[in-house]
């Protein structure tokens, strides 16, 4: 009895581990991603570096306005990432305080999920909006707006779905497990 309290202590103890050391890595690669993005989203929509964006012509002019609507269709995307985070942390702290499989838990997996596929979802969209907004001024005429996708981003997308299943499954088991207690 006292070898199965001690194990159960020994499991409880590395799950605990296992969360702060997952909501380390996920805090330090989302600060290194918002360091990198942030200056990158300010350097290309407000200086010269806009025209290596591949869709504005030499001679196309680009106004303060259009600047500022990119910056802040960009920043849209940045603050659904970070809900994704926000979510991320919560489960991590639901772990950490003991909750392991509970409504918390399961509702901070299920929105995790939710806003990654939001971000990424956005993220495949924004070029449909982003091409014609720069190239409106164009020479040649206004460039039409195209879906952009990579592997990644159907990936993140993928990954998001299976963390709402998962929510999902485990909220569907916590429903049945207090059906069964409620006959016994």
């Given at each position: 009895?006292?070898n199965?309290?001690?194990?159960?202590?020994?499991?409880?103890?590395?799950?605990?581990?296992?969360?702060?050391?997952?909501?380390?890595?996920?805090?330090?690669?989302?600060?290194?991603?918002?360091?990198?993005?942030?200056?990158?989203?300010?350097?290309?929509?407000?200086?010269?570096?806009?025209?290596?964006?591949?869709?504005?012509?030499d001679?196309?002019?680009?106004?303060?306005?259009?600047?500022?609507?990119?910056?802040s269709?960009?920043?849209?995307?940045?603050?659904?990432?970070?809900?994704?985070y926000?979510y991320?942390?919560?489960?991590?702290?639901?772990?950490?305080?003991g909750?392991?499989?509970?409504?918390?838990?399961?509702?901070?997996?299920?929105q995790?999920?939710?806003?990654?596929?939001?971000?990424m979802?956005?993220?495949?969209?924004?070029?449909?909006?982003?091409?014609?907004?720069?190239?409106?001024?164009?020479?040649?005429g206004?460039?039409?707006?195209?879906?952009?996708?990579?592997?990644?981003?159907?990936?993140?997308?993928?990954?998001?779905?299976?963390f709402?299943?998962?929510?999902?499954?485990?909220?569907?088991?916590?429903?049945?497990?207090?059906?069964?207690?409620s006959?016994?």
């Amino acid at each position: 009895m006292l070898n199965s309290v001690k194990a159960f202590h020994q499991t409880e103890r590395r799950i605990r581990a296992g969360a702060i050391v997952l909501g380390i890595i996920v805090t330090l690669i989302t600060m290194r991603w918002f360091y990198y993005c942030q200056n990158g989203i300010f350097q290309y929509a407000f200086t010269d570096r806009i025209m290596e964006t591949g869709v504005i012509e030499d001679l196309a002019t680009i106004t303060n306005v259009r600047r500022g609507i990119y910056f802040s269709l960009l920043e849209i995307g940045a603050l659904f990432a970070l809900c994704a985070y926000f979510y991320a942390m919560k489960w991590c702290f639901a772990v950490l305080r003991g909750y392991y499989i509970d409504r918390i838990s399961t509702r901070s997996i299920q929105q995790m999920g939710v806003w990654i596929m939001i971000t990424m979802l956005y993220h495949i969209s924004l070029p449909q909006v982003i091409r014609p907004l720069l190239s409106w001024h164009n020479l040649s005429g206004m460039k039409s707006g195209m879906f952009y996708y990579t592997s990644t981003e159907l990936y993140l997308m993928a990954m998001g779905f299976a963390f709402v299943v998962v929510g999902w499954v485990f909220t569907k088991a916590l429903d049945l497990k207090s059906e069964n207690e409620s006959f016994v």
